[in-house]
């Protein structure tokens, strides 16, 4: 992929989303935050490919899959008003979808075309396949790592809004339950799992699965960028006071700082 091909998929993307801002105010809100984070995302990749050396074309193609990550999160949110993949659709083919339908990757060679929609597809999914099709899983480690990076940076500026102020479906509907997680969820978390979504019952389990994807991260210089932005810690102050809540997310944050 060449520089202006990148260019192109960046000039793309402004046009392709400004038609779905035209709906109700809190339609607006929700499409916003996706525009948000997936320039944010964007700005976590090229720190991403600096940090762990990444070739000048690796870097372009790392950047076209930050930015066509959740080109699939519109039309779902315009279909369903709604961010929860069960729900609706998973909004990770939706964005393959998308790069099809819009030709997006025409001129760029097959063999990268098949890296940035395989990582496209792969980024959401609870753990990487064991078996797919390209040479190498890097892009597929990259974007599931940028994604993560600046999901925390949305979900802790929500949590300093009022809740009249924030996007609806930033947390997929979840109720606030104050003081209450679910057992299963502190108890993945304590065993060093990632927490499954659909165990996930409330914002404050949620929390908790946002703690757990520090077993997730890949690079050195994602957990560099985390423990450098602090978002762990802030989440962890948000938690109810219980001992197991707090010995779970201790020893996530030890293995962050191994």
């Known amino acids: 992929m060449n520089t202006s091909q990148l260019d192109a998929l960046f000039s793309w993307f402004d046009r392709y989303v400004e038609p779905f801002l035209a709906t109700d105010e809190e339609g607006e809100k929700n499409i916003r935050l996706k525009i948000v984070h997936t320039r944010k995302v964007c700005e976590v990749m090229e720190l991403l490919a600096e940090g762990e050396q990444l070739s000048e074309n690796d870097a372009r193609l790392a950047s076209a899959t930050a930015l066509l990550h959740d080109a699939g999160r ?17 909004h990770a083919r939706l964005a393959v979808d998308v790069i099809r339908e819009e030709n997006l990757l025409a001129g760029v060679a097959p063999s990268e075309q098949l890296l940035i929609e ?33 999901i925390w940076r949305v979900f802790v500026e929500l949590l300093e809004l009022p809740p009249e102020e924030r996007a609806s479906a930033a947390t997929l509907g979840l109720p606030e339950l104050p003081g209450t ?7 993945a978390l304590d065993s060093c799992s990632i927490v499954p979504l659909d165990t996930v019952t409330c914002v404050n389990d949620f929390k ?3 703690v757990s994807w520090i077993y997730d991260l890949t ?15 802030i989440l962890a102050a ?11 997310v201790a020893r996530a944050l030890a293995r962050l700082s191994a």
């Open 74 to 90: 519109f039309p779902q949110y315009r279909r369903w008003r709604t961010f929860r993949d069960s729900e609706s659709d998973n």
């Open 181 to 187: 997680v679910s057992e299963g969820c502190v108890a």
């Open 118 to 150: 395989e990582a496209v597809r792969f980024h959401n999914l609870l753990a990487p396949p064991d078996k797919f099709k390209s040479p190498t899983r890097l892009f597929i480690d990259l974007i599931r790592d940028a994604d993560k990076l600046d």
């Open 219 to 233: 690079s050195a210089t994602s957990r560099r960028i985390l423990r450098e932005r602090g978002y762990i810690p």
């Open 238 to 248: 948000s938690l109810p006071e219980r001992p197991d809540v707090h010995n779970a």
């Open 208 to 210: 908790l699965l946002l």
